[in-house]
């Protein structure tokens, strides 16, 4: 059984930082997609980040790109979200997502093509 387990929001000030950790378990995932979503009240969910390809490929929603990274800590089986210079638009629930292999580079950040998810973290920037 695939468990998602997401952890480190929290709140911080215009400009701060914050490191998001997702823990994938039960099943090999290093040639999956991995991916972070967020959603803001109201709106969409929005696709973040997202790590594939053997974990070399990533890529970037514009809006976050300079100042989001997100890598793999092998070791802890675990997906890394680091995100400096946040802004008050980056405030949402957090959402790490595991996905099959299947998943055409086009849709990469389509929530849709997602099979597994976490619960969800909430990050607050206030200015």
């Known amino acids: 059984q695939v468990q998602v387990v997401e952890s480190g929001g929290g709140s911080v000030q215009v400009g701060g930082f914050l490191r998001l950790s997702c823990v994938v378990t039960?099943?090999?995932?290093?040639?999956?997609?991995m991916a972070w979503f967020r959603q803001a009240p109201g709106k969409e969910r929005e696709g973040v980040a997202v790590?594939?390809?053997?974990?070399?490929?990533?890529r970037y929603v514009d809006s976050v790109k300079g100042r989001f990274t997100i890598y793999p800590d092998k070791d802890k089986n675990t997906i890394v979200l680091q995100m400096n210079n946040l802004q008050p638009e980056d405030s949402a629930i957090y959402y790490c997502?595991?996905?099959?292999?299947?998943?055409?580079?086009?849709?990469?950040?389509?929530?849709?093509?997602?099979?597994?998810w976490g619960q969800g973290t909430q990050v607050t920037v206030s200015s």
């Open positions: 997502a595991a996905g099959s292999a299947r998943i055409m580079l086009t849709f990469l950040f389509d929530p849709k093509k997602y099979d597994y």
């Open positions: 039960g099943a090999t995932w290093n040639n999956w997609r």
């Open positions: 790590i594939y390809d053997g974990l070399r490929e990533k």
